[in-house]
């Protein structure tokens, strides 16, 4: 294998011009743009590097003067070069490792899938455009996540709400804020930004993390050489929230409420709420279970289905009450977007009169409140999911059950989603045989 090399596309350019990674290998020749752009007399041809103050002593001696910026930007091109060149090396060397005869249009691919989202980067000279196209190449798919996949339209909804909240803070400082303007100061300035408008902890600590993932990328891909997010004081705010379960008496009531007289959606929110309950999963997989998912297996009954978020396929027994509920709607669920459910359980769950008062805590404006709320209140979507953990777990169902059941991958995480008080963790283990045997007299 012969080593990459780069190849100016006009090297007597008096402007800018693209360079090129050229290879031949079994008598082929793989020619591919990086998508960099330089001036032609700062090139070096025999070193295959940019020119830059530190590279190259014998800048005195050029006609041309390089400019500081010049040759800050010229550190970035061979930063990204060298990253073009070692996944070049380490393509190739992987593709023999795997018996795979490398040709140009199989290396192409494979270089497309690391550096495809890089191509626009030409086009980035800030911290607001690299947002503006990071959001775009997500959006498109061009983008992928650590894991090659693409991001969900949750996450993407995340970071158009962080833009959204930053070009706000811009407009009420009055000035653009760019990547080395991200330091200590500008942090303590965006949580003040957010208190005034009372947002809550977790809310806060929601648009830090989208602000510090989009740095890291920017920095990752050679756009500056900013670490002040990683600073200790720059931390992602988070509390823990209150947090509620319905016990199986308040399903059942839920689930035997007559709504004959209420409105569809209504009728329909119960309904895919309660879907959630009985089979303990996240709203974007319970409320889309259809025919395709109900399987027989060994005569028993299951719904099969796959997490959008975590790719995990899971298999749920399926309780009677959960059947009849399928069956209603001829195994098709209907459509409700999340936030209508959101607003109609609680006023379902206000008529099955599932009010007992919780005190509740929260953070806004930086204050710690505290207050009493009805328990319906606090119904939403992922109660279903928690609610579902939580009642299989009291009803004595093996957690690695649950586990499998919920898709939950640690033991750690699932017991961060149960809700069991002191007390009924008391009840459920005073059952087990421990504490109802007698010990054997010694002689």
Not at 54 to 70: D, R, V
Not at 329 to 357: C, G, H
Request: net charge positive; aromatic share 10%; with cysteine.
């Amino acid at each position: 294998m012969n080593e990459a090399k780069f190849l100016l596309k006009e090297p007597n350019s008096k402007s800018k011009t693209l360079i090129y990674l050229v290879a031949r290998f079994n008598n082929k020749r793989l020619k591919y743009s990086t998508g960099e752009k330089i001036n032609p007399i700062t090139w070096d041809q025999n070193e295959q590097l940019a020119i830059t103050k530190k590279t190259h002593e014998q800048l005195k001696k050029l006609m041309y003067s390089l400019s500081k910026n010049e040759s800050n930007e010229n550190n970035l091109i061979n930063d990204q070069l060298l990253k073009y060149r070692n996944t070049f090396t380490s393509i190739f060397k992987n593709l023999i490792y795997n018996n795979i005869n490398p040709t140009p249009e199989i290396i192409k691919e494979e270089l497309d899938k690391e550096f495809k989202s890089f191509k626009t980067k030409s086009s980035i000279h800030n911290l607001n455009s690299f947002i503006e196209q990071f959001i775009k190449d997500i959006e498109t798919g061009i983008r992928l996540t650590d894991k090659k996949s693409r991001y969900k339209v949750g996450s993407i909804k995340n970071f158009k709400g962080f833009q959204t909240q930053f070009n706000l803070f811009q407009e009420e400082k009055k000035r653009k804020y760019d990547f080395s303007d991200i330091t200590i100061d500008f942090y303590d300035e965006f949580i003040n930004f957010f208190n005034r408008k009372n947002y809550s902890p977790n809310t806060i600590g929601r648009h830090i993390k989208n602000l510090k993932t989009i740095i890291r990328i920017s920095r990752d891909e050679n756009l500056h050489q900013n670490f002040e997010i990683e600073r200790k004081k720059f931390k992602t705010l988070r509390i823990d929230t209150e947090q509620i379960y319905l016990t199986e008496k308040e399903i059942e009531t839920l689930y035997r409420l007559d709504l004959t007289n209420e409105d569809k959606e209504k009728n329909i929110a119960r309904d895919i709420f309660l879907v959630g309950c009985y089979t303990a999963q996240r709203f974007s997989d319970y409320s889309r279970i259809n025919k395709k998912h109900i399987k027989e297996i060994r005569g028993t009954k299951v719904i099969e289905l796959k997490q959008q978020k975590t790719g995990e396929t899971v298999i749920i027994p399926i309780k009677p009450e959960l059947e009849t509920i399928l069956k209603k709607y001829d195994f098709e669920l209907p459509k409700i977007r999340e936030q209508k459910l959101n607003k109609a359980i609680k006023l379902v769950a206000a008529k099955a009169k599932i009010s007992t008062n919780i005190n509740i805590h929260e953070m806004k404006g930086g204050l710690i409140l505290e207050k009493t709320v009805p328990k319906h209140d606090l119904i939403k979507t992922h109660t279903a999911r928690r609610s579902g953990a939580t009642n299989m777990y009291l009803a004595g169902i093996p957690t690695l059950d649950i586990m499998k059941i919920g898709g939950w991958k640690t033991e750690r995480q699932f017991l961060k989603y149960i809700r069991v008080s002191k007390e009924e963790t008391a009840i459920k283990v005073s059952k087990h045989k421990y504490f109802s045997t007698h010990l054997r007299k010694v002689n």
